[in-house]
């Protein structure tokens, strides 16, 4: 099963500690939000550890995984 990683558009605001502990997988974008936010999209195959790490990073709990 596919784990599924969700970040909630109004929870992030921009600390980008997801993407210090984990850059494959939370890109940043351009106004230095993680760039899935407000959306669902699927973690990449065998990155699911640092996904959660990332998660565990975000002081909003912004980052909710499942699967
Ligand atoms: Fe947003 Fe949290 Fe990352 S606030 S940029 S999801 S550390």
Do not use: W
């Not at 990683?5 to 974008?29: F, Q, S």
């Amino acid at each position: 099963q596919v784990m599924k990683i969700k970040v909630d558009l109004e929870l992030c605001t921009g600390h980008a500690r997801c993407n210090a502990v984990a850059p494959d997988v939370y890109p940043i974008d351009p106004n230095g939000y993680n760039a899935f936010r407000g959306q669902e999209v699927e973690c990449p195959a065998g990155l699911e550890e640092q996904a959660r790490q990332g998660a565990k990073s975000c002081p909003e709990q912004a980052i909710t995984l499942s699967g």
